[in-house]
Structure formats: C-alpha cells, structure tokens
T-cell receptor, first 118, second 111 residues
C-alpha cells in the first residue's frame, strides 16, 4: 500500500492555465506538507496543514492555494501558471501536531509531481 | 548563506569505499533528518536524530548538538547507494515540524 500518493506524476501545461495536484496519505498522520523542489534540486516548504487547519504559509504567491478537505488529503491548486512554477512538487505527512513543537517527527514523502509550464 | 550547509556538493567514490557527508546548521533544532533521493525522484527518510548516533545497515548518522554538525557515513559503498543525500533540520520553537533543507550531496559510486 502506498503511504503518501500524489496525482498526477507529470503535468505539462501552458502559461496562464489553472491546475491542481492531489495528495493523499493513509498513515493516519495529523500533518501534511507541500514542498517545492527547484531546478537545482533545492527543497523548500510551501504549506503545512494540521487537521485541516493551515499552520505554515511560507511566502508563497497567492496563486497557490492549498485545500485540505480532511486530514488525509491536501490538494494544491495553482492559478495563472507561470514559467517559474515549473518544478517538482512533493507532498509529505508526519505525526506532528501544534503544541508539541519540542518534538520532531519523521516525514513521509509522496513520489512527487513534475510540473512543466510552457 | 543557507541555514543548513552540506559538504561536499558532489562526491564520486569507488565501490567499497567508506563515505562521509557532512552537514552544519545555524539554527536551533529539535531534530536533524537525513533523506535520500534516488534518480527516479522519490525521497526517503533515512534517519531522524536529535543526539548521538544511529545505525541502519551500512548507514550511520551522527550528530553533535554543541557543534551544530552531523555526518552521514556509508560503509562498504555500493553503486546502488548512488543518490542525492539531503540533510534537513526541524527548527526548534516553531509551531510545527517545519523542515529546512540543505542543498544536497550528489553521490556516485562507481563499480
């Protein structure tokens, strides 16, 4: 069974379009994340949700809107796609919850979605 | 300057060699993670540690909290160890388990 899954794996689209990437985890984790990996393979956090509540929003353009219908799902919607949005987007989940910030938990990553904007 | 620095950026080794990848960080952390990203792109967590040393098979991770430094060692390296190894830290005091990543070390093990 796949622990963290993402769809689609590849997404090629034109500038100006709107697209969504879906993420689901079956680990029963409380927290989910979106990360962006740029062309130099550098990873950076974009968003984090805990039990459907947004807890991290890292200076991401508001064209990016995460949505968490339940704690097992965290989707990423991108409006008006730009060339610079081309990257690999990773979803991840962990057991962490706010209020236990002294603790850290292992994160489980999805397979990534390679977005190419032409 | 990144809050998490790794060295070397690229490493080529012969099969069987002992490999060390270093990671230094400049923020307070609750834990340090070592991740592996294979050419296919998937990311796997190898270790999460907040003190001392952990071992899993041929992989060993150590951390020195006072010096803000961690090392990942691979003993008896094998071509299948070829991957990008990424150091990341869980920043202490945040509201959640936010990871800050190093730039990665690209390891190629030649037969």
């Amino acid at each position: 069974d796949t622990a963290v899954s993402q769809t689609p794996k590849y997404l090629v689209t034109q500038m100006g379009n709107d697209k969504s990437i879906k993420c689901e985890q079956n680990l029963g984790h409380d927290t989910m994340y979106w990360y962006k990996q740029d062309s130099k393979k550098f990873l950076k956090i974009m968003f984090s949700y805990n039990n459907k509540e947004l807890i991290i929003n890292e200076t991401v353009p508001n064209r990016f809107s995460p949505k968490s219908p339940d704690k097992a799902h965290l989707n990423l919607h991108i409006n008006s796609l730009e060339l610079g949005d081309s990257a690999v987007y990773f979803c991840a989940s962990s057991q962490a919850s706010p209020g236990t910030s002294i603790l850290a938990y292992e994160q489980y990553f999805g397979p990534g979605t390679r977005l190419t904007v032409t | 300057k990144n809050e998490v620095e790794q060295s070397p950026q690229n490493l080529t080794a012969q099969e069987g060699e002992f490999i060390t990848i270093n990671c230094s960080y400049s923020v307070g952390i609750s834990a340090l993670h070592w991740l592996q990203q294979h050419p296919g792109g998937g990311i796997v967590s190898l270790f999460m540690l907040s003190s001392g040393k952990k071992k899993h098979g041929r992989l060993i991770a150590t951390i020195n909290i006072q010096e803000k430094h961690s090392s990942l060692h691979i003993t008896a390296s094998h071509p299948r160890d070829s991957a990008v190894y990424i150091c990341a830290v869980s920043q202490y005091g945040g509201a959640t388990n936010k990871l800050i990543f190093g730039t990665g070390t690209l390891l190629a093990v030649q037969p």
